[in-house]
């Protein structure tokens, strides 16, 4: 079955830096379309990022356009969503996602379990 599995998350302080992995399994990942999401605290689920089979098709939300990357490596099945200059509310647990179609909807059919981030001021 399809599992998709987050990392990298934990404590950093606003201006710090945090790399996301999420390694996916059961699925022709070169094939699959990857998106992270994120839950803050009293929060509605929001999208964040995503990365289409050609990884030049990405596209950011506002809130962490030119302040986050995502990326791909297909040879390792990985996505990775590279955080910096990071601001206290963007504290929440991120999730990847897996479809096969490009979407900045939350309509993805796999889902990590999700990773912590917390940016302390």
């Known amino acids: 079955q399809v599992q998709l599995v987050e990392s990298g998350g934990g404590l950093a302080q606003a201006g710090g830096s945090l790399r996301l992995s999420c390694a996916a399994s059961?699925?022709?990942?070169?094939?699959?379309?990857m998106g992270w999401f994120r839950q803050g605290p009293g929060k509605e689920r929001e999208f964040v990022a995503a990365?289409?089979?050609?990884?030049?098709?990405?596209h950011y939300s506002d809130s962490v356009k030119g302040r986050f990357t995502i990326s791909r490596d297909n040879a390792k099945s990985t996505v990775f969503l590279q955080m910096n200059s990071l601001k206290p509310e963007d504290t929440a647990v991120y999730y990847c996602?897996?479809?096969?179609?490009?979407?900045?909807?939350?309509?993805?059919?796999?889902w990590g379990q999700g990773t912590q981030v917390t940016v302390s001021s």
């Open positions: 996602a897996a479809d096969r179609v490009f979407t900045i909807t939350s309509n993805y059919d796999y």
């Open positions: 059961g699925l022709t990942f070169s094939r699959t379309a």
């Open positions: 990365i289409g089979w050609i990884a030049s098709t990405t």
